[in-house]
C-alpha cells in the first residue's frame, strides 16, 4: 500500500495578495505619515515655546539696559522697581507664568489666575534661581514647564531675576488630539483602499479568470470556446496569446481527426480486399500466388495511403519545409532529368527561369514530381508533356503541362481536396489513384504562401502550375 504524498498548500489567491500588498503599502505610507506629523508638530511647539520665553527675555533686557521707565520717564530706582513695573505691564498667554525676585522681597506676582502658582512652590522656583543655565525645564504639579531666567544686577547687592515659565501639556495634547485624528483618517483610508483594491484587483484579474475558467471547460471535444480581448493592456495580450495557442490546439486536433477519418475511410477497402481473398484462399498454387499478388499490391497501396496521409498532417507543421536560397535554373534542370524517368512520354523543357529564390527545393521536387506523375496518368505513351518555370513580378513560378482529357470546371476544386477524384475523361492507361496527390501539392504550395493554379478545358489538356512569391510576406 503506497503512502499518499504531500498534500499541496492551498495558494492564497491573487486578489488576496493584491489587496494584502496594497493594503500594506497603504498602511505604512499612512503611519509614516503620521509619526513626521507628529514629529514636526512637536519641533513646532517647542519652537514656538522658545519663540516666546525669548521674546519675554529680550524686553526684559531692552528695558534693563534703558534704566528708564517708559510710563514715567524717570529712572528706576533699584533692580526691584525695574522688575516690577515690567512685570505689571506683561500680558501672558494662559498657559505661562511670570514672577519677578529680589534677594529681599522675595517673588514678586501678578494678581492673576495661573496655572501654577510658582512663587508659592519654591521647591520648583529655587533650583531655577540658582541654575547655572539661564533656561531649562522643570516637572510640576501643573505639568512639563519650559522656563527661562533674566538675571538683573544693579549697583552694589542691588540684584534680581525675572522667570517666565510655559506649561507645553495643552499644546501637546492638542497634538496628539491630531494625531489620533490623523490615525483615524489613515485608518479610514486603508478600508477604503482595501475595498477599492478588491475591486480593482477583480477587474484586473477577470481575464485572467476567463482564462482560467475557459482552460476547464476546454476537452478535446470542444475547441471552439475564445475569450473576449478588450484593452491593449499585459492581459489582453494574455487573452490573445490564448486564444492564438487554442486555435493551435483547434488546428491540430482537426488535422488528427481528418487523418483518422480519411485514414479509416481509405484503409478499408483494401483492408476489405486482403481479408476476403485471405478468407477464399485455396490449397491451389496458382491461386494462393495470386491471392499473394493481390494481397501485396493492397498493402503497398495502404502503405502508401499512409505515407500521403502522414505527409498531409505534416503540412499542418511550422517545420513542414525549410527554406534556403535556389537557383531557378538549375532546379528546373534537375527537375525534367527526374520527370523524363516517369513514363514513356515526350517530355519537352518549355521554359526556364532565372534568378534566385527562397524555398524548400526538397518540397518544390516531390511537388512537380507528382504533378508530373498525374500527367503521366491521364495521358496515352508518345503524349507530349510540358515542363517549366519562370520568375517575374515577384512571383516564381514551375509547372507541367499535357495534352490529356482536361480537367472539367465542376471538377477544377474538388481534384485539390483529400480523396478528390475528377472524371477520367476515358483517358487511356489512367489508374486511379488515392485522391491524395493534389492536395499535397496544394499544401506544399501554401506552405510557401503561394497557391497552385489550374488552367484548363475538357478535352485540350490541363497546366498545372506552382506560384510561389519570391518576397516574404508577398502573394502571387
Known amino acids: 500500500m503506497t503512502e499518499p504524498g504531500p498534500r499541496r498548500a492551498r495558494a492564497v489567491p491573487a486578489r488576496v495578495r493584491i489587496m494584502g500588498w496594497l493594503l500594506l503599502l497603504v498602511a505604512v505610507v499612512s503611519l509614516a505619515t503620521t509619526l513626521v ?18 521674546q519675554e527675555a529680550a524686553e526684559l533686557s531692552q528695558v534693563l539696559a534703558e534704566g528708564v521707565d517708559r510710563v514715567t520717564g524717570q529712572p528706576f530706582a533699584d533692580v526691584r522697581e525695574a522688575l516690577s513695573a515690567h512685570l505689571q505691564r506683561q500680558y501672558v498667554d494662559d498657559d505661562e507664568v511670570i514672577l519677578a525676585w529680589t534677594p529681599t522681597a522675595g517673588p514678586i506676582l501678578q494678581d492673576r489666575e495661573e496655572p501654577f502658582r510658582l512663587g508659592e512652590h519654591p521647591e520648583v522656583l529655587d533650583p531655577i534661581l540658582t541654575a547655572p543655565a539661564t533656561s531649562g525645564a522643570a516637572a510640576t504639579s501643573a505639568g512639563e514647564m519650559r522656563w527661562i531666567r533674566v538675571d538683573a544686577v544693579g549697583s552694589g547687592d542691588d540684584r534680581g531675576a525675572l522667570v517666565v515659565g510655559y506649561f507645553v501639556d495643552r499644546d501637546r495634547d492638542e497634538v496628539a488630539s491630531t494625531v489620533r485624528i490623523l490615525l483615524l483618517v489613515g485608518l479610514l483610508g486603508v478600508a477604503l483602499a482595501g475595498a477599492a483594491a478588491w475591486f480593482v484587483a477583480g477587474q484586473i484579474l477577470n ?4 482564462v482560467r475558467r475557459a482552460a476547464a471547460e476546454i476537452t478535446e471535444h470542444d475547441l471552439t470556446r475564445r475569450i473576449p480581448v478588450e484593452g491593449r493592456d499585459d492581459i489582453a495580450a494574455l487573452a490573445e496569446q490564448f486564444n492564438a495557442m487554442l486555435d493551435r490546439l483547434e488546428r491540430a486536433f482537426a488535422t488528427q481527426r481528418r487523418f483518422l477519418d480519411d485514414a479509416g475511410h481509405e484503409l478499408r477497402t483494401p483492408i476489405t480486399i486482403v481479408s476476403g481473398h485471405l478468407e477464399l484462399l485455396g490449397d491451389d498454387p496458382a491461386e494462393r500466388a495470386e491471392a499473394v499478388r493481390l494481397c501485396t499490391d493492397e498493402l503497398d497501396r495502404m502503405n502508401r495511403i499512409v505515407g500521403d496521409l502522414l505527409l498531409l498532417a505534416k503540412a499542418e507543421q511550422p517545420d513542414f519545409i525549410t527554406p534556403a536560397p535556389v537557383e531557378v535554373a538549375e532546379l528546373t534542370s534537375d527537375l525534367y532529368a527526374k520527370v523524363r524517368a516517369i513514363g514513356d512520354r515526350r517530355w519537352r523543357l518549355e521554359a526556364i527561369g532565372e534568378g534566385e529564390v527562397r524555398l524548400d527545393e526538397q518540397r ?6 507528382q504533378l508530373a506523375q498525374n500527367a503521366v ?5 508518345g503524349s507530349e508533356v510540358l515542363i517549366g518555370s519562370a520568375v517575374r513580378d515577384g512571383v516564381a513560378s514551375f509547372w507541367v503541362a499535357d495534352r490529356g482529357p482536361g480537367v472539367r470546371p465542376e471538377d477544377a476544386e474538388a481534384i485539390f481536396a483529400r480523396f478528390g477524384r475528377g472524371s477520367t475523361g476515358g483517358a487511356a492507361g489512367h489508374r486511379a489513384g488515392a485522391g491524395l496527390g493534389l492536395a499535397i501539392v496544394r499544401a506544399i504550395a501554401e506552405a510557401h504562401h503561394g497557391l497552385v493554379r489550374l488552367t484548363s478545358a475538357p478535352g485540350a489538356g490541363a497546366r498545372f502550375a506552382i506560384e510561389i512569391p519570391t518576397r516574404p510576406g508577398g502573394s502571387p
Open 377 to 381: 496518368q491521364h495521358t496515352r505513351d
Open 37 to 54: 506629523t507628529h514629529n514636526l508638530l512637536l519641533r513646532e511647539v517647542d519652537r514656538d515655546v522658545k519663540a516666546a520665553l525669548e
Open 364 to 369: 518544390v521536387t516531390q511537388a512537380v514530381v
Open 207 to 210: 481575464p485572467v479568470r476567463l
